[in-house]
């Protein structure tokens, strides 16, 4: 089965939460398993990475900033 993650990094930008939820879902809908790493880069590094389904990305849209959060991470 294929993976794929998602992460955000650096500030917030309007769209943020839309763009995850369309990418969970078309990946979903092509077969992938999906994960979401919580505090970008950082939560990569420390292992913050859990699955992702539509139920997980089904309300975020209304909301701001980015669910899965955003932090820099000066290494990268």
Do not use: C, W
């Not at 309007?14 to 990418?23: E, K």
């Not at 078309?26 to 505090?39: K, P």
């Not at 859990?50 to 089904?58: E, F, K, R």
């Amino acid at each position: 089965m294929k993976r794929i993650a998602v992460l955000t990094s650096g500030g917030d930008a309007p769209g943020m939460n839309a763009a995850i939820r369309a990418v969970v879902r078309q990946a979903i809908s092509e077969g992938m398993e999906v994960f979401g790493i919580y505090d970008g880069y950082a939560g990569m590094v420390a292992g913050e990475i859990y699955p992702l389904d539509a139920a997980s990305v089904g309300d975020i849209i209304s909301r701001g900033g980015t669910f899965l959060h955003s932090a820099r991470y000066p290494e990268f």
